[in-house]
């Protein structure tokens, strides 16, 4: 029969029941059809029902639950969700409850999933009823049982490890953990005569039984289970506990070293088989010395660190990790490890690698260009830094009244002071900068400089590279190089001493090059420094002499008024072409009058006049 599919992609619709199956329609056509008979439970929530399904292992990828949400409606008396759940449940493959349950424990504390449960033990399932939320797990999802003995020895925890895990929306809860106190005790009778009873349980169990809850309560699992109970075995910590406190994440817990594996409890409950077990490490605390943390690793790559364990249990855990014969992953690196570095390392002083050769020489050559650059830039700093009147007379040259300073007010020189000490910090800041990063400034390298020496290795490669060549014909550079490392290392000392000596003649060559460039360099940098501050006191004192053949009122008054006047600047239209002409010829010849002054030392008869006016 063929079927028109609804594919618009809404997921709102209506629900219906035909026979075995749940239809999801959007009008009049289907999306998608659920059998019953795979469903495995149901539960409802407010608005909500949940439907969960067989799993198949025999599939990579199963569906695991379909949640739907069921509007509320005004019809009163009739629970939309509950008539829901009803219709799947009368169709469903659901684990029912056959006749009475053969126990029930009352509200039992449980940790994960929290809150208190009723516990109704029926011959295939374990049914926890809660006030919010029901869980019904069937005896062949548990794995192990384990009781462990709380560390203040009033409490005991009762873990089931349970695969596949229960769910409740996303989360999913691998381990049930109920936690009893000692001092509470049950009597609790069967639901079963004494024949069903012995010929079930063969003897593991009795009608009528009585004593501590949490013993009742592993008794009734360990034989329905059919599954042996794991207890701590003959470890105990610095306290005398078969636990130890420690961290894992966020919270708090108690790890317990098994006889074949770790269980922490209980936020999150995590249990880890030797068998997984990659290695183990010891690590120092974080936050403080008073503790340690315990490092897992399993084969897989997975790693867990229990934290915050106190100092003093690490001898017994030590000791206990040493008997299971796990790896340890500091000692293997204390012991184990090494000896095979200083095998390397001998065999690294006695082979001649000729790349780490050149790699040590290029590196050495930086270092010294790099002292270089900051013994210079030192040196600049220190100038730039002095306080004398080198300094006050370049700060001038940027005075716009400098020619004119007979003639310019207080007003105007206060001014210049202020621009003179604004020059001047940033002068300072800039210097400070350039101290803090000298190495920022990399300077080229000198071509006249002195090579520096090569090393005895190096010298017999030289010299021996041909012959090298001549021998194995088509060797490449990179076999070349090993090959030479080989030759070199299996050379006598005497020949080694031979080329030490031409290797230490060389050194002091350099040496002696060296400071003949190094002194050389020191007197030429001189020279240069004392020609700049000749230059600049030559222009600040020609600069503050006043112009010649004319008088001196005229060219104050006349310097005063170009001073302000941009080169670009335009006269009025009254003026003629002419004069503007003339001005600028006249500018030019006072410019170049100004450029011939600044580069030639002034004569004596200059001075001699400049003083007489």
Request: hydrophobic share 25%.
């Amino acid at each position: 029969m063929e079927k028109d599919l609804c594919v618009k992609g809404w997921n709102w619709g209506t629900v219906k029941f035909g026979g075995q199956l749940l239809s999801f329609d959007i009008g009049d056509q289907p999306v998608f059809e659920i059998p019953l008979s795979n469903v495995s439970q149901c539960t409802t929530g407010k608005n909500e029902v949940t439907l969960e399904f067989h799993q198949n292992d025999d599939a990579e990828v199963s569906l695991m639950e379909v949640r739907f949400y069921v509007p509320p409606t005004q019809e009163d008396g009739v629970d939309p969700v509950e008539a829901f759940a009803q219709n799947v449940l009368s169709k469903a493959d659901v684990i029912q409850a056959t006749g009475d349950a053969i126990c029930i424990f009352r509200e039992l504390q449980c940790l994960t999933p929290r809150g208190r449960y009723d516990i109704r033990i029926y011959p295939t399932f374990l049914h926890l009823h809660g006030k919010t939320f029901d869980y019904k797990i069937p005896y062949t999802t548990v794995l192990r049982l384990f009781l462990l003995p709380h560390k203040d020895q009033r409490q005991m925890f009762f873990v089931i490890s349970l695969d596949p895990p229960i769910k409740q929306g996303q989360t999913r809860y691998h381990f049930l953990i109920l936690l009893f106190s000692k001092d509470e005790d049950i009597s609790l009778t069967l639901n079963m005569n004494e024949e069903e009873v012995e010929k079930r349980f063969e003897g593991r169990l009795t009608k009528n039984m009585s004593g501590s809850l949490y013993e009742m309560v592993s008794r009734v699992m360990k034989a329905l289970v059919n599954r042996k109970i794991t207890v701590p075995g003959n470890f105990q910590g610095h306290s005398g506990a078969q636990c130890i406190t420690c961290s894992y994440k966020a919270s708090s817990g108690l790890l317990y070293p098994l006889e074949r594996g770790f269980i922490y409890v209980h936020k999150p409950p995590v249990h880890i088989r030797f068998d997984e077990i990659s290695f183990v490490n010891f690590a120092r605390g974080t936050t403080t010395t008073r503790s340690f943390d315990f490092e897992i690793e399993t084969k897989q790559g997975t790693q867990y660190t229990f934290s915050s364990i106190e100092r003093e249990e690490y001898g017994k855990l030590f000791d206990f990790v040493n008997v299971k014969k796990l790896n340890i992953k500091n000692r293997g690196l204390k012991e184990g490890m090494n000896p095979s570095y200083d095998d390397y390392a001998d065999s690294d002083e006695d082979q001649h690698d000729a790349y780490l050769e050149r790699m040590k020489e290029e590196g050495k050559i930086r270092e010294e260009n790099a002292n270089d650059s900051s013994d210079d830039s030192g040196e600049e700093t220190d100038e730039s830094f002095n306080p004398g009147e080198e300094e006050e007379d370049v700060a001038e040259e940027f005075d716009s009244n400098a020619s004119a300073s007979s003639s310019s007010n207080e007003g105007d020189s206060d001014r210049d002071e202020k621009k003179r000490k604004q020059l001047k910090k940033a002068k300072m800041a800039k210097d400070r900068k350039s101290r803090k990063k000298p190495m920022e400034v990399k300077k080229g390298k000198d071509p006249n400089a002195p090579k520096r020496p090569m090393s005895a290795y190096m010298l017999w490669l030289n010299a021996s590279r041909e012959k090298i060549k001549s021998d194995h014909p088509g060797i490449s550079i990179t076999d070349l190089s090993k090959k030479a490392g080989e030759i070199w290392k299996g050379m006598s000392k005497e020949k080694k001493e031979e080329w030490d000596r031409k290797a230490e003649d060389a050194r002091r060559d350099y040496e002696k090059a060296m400071k003949e460039y190094e002194g050389g360099r020191g007197e030429s940098s001189k020279r240069d420094k004392s020609k700049k501050k000749k230059k600049v006191k030559v222009k600040m004192e020609k600069k503050s002499t006043p112009s010649r053949g004319s008088s001196s009122s005229k060219s104050s008054s006349r310097q005063l008024s170009e001073s302000f006047k941009s080169k670009e600047f335009v006269s009025s239209d009254e003026s003629s072409s002419g004069e503007n002409k003339s001005k600028k010829k006249r500018r030019r010849s006072e410019d170049s009058e100004e450029e011939e002054l600044a580069s030639t030392p002034p004569s004596s008869e200059d001075s001699a006049s400049g003083s007489d006016e």
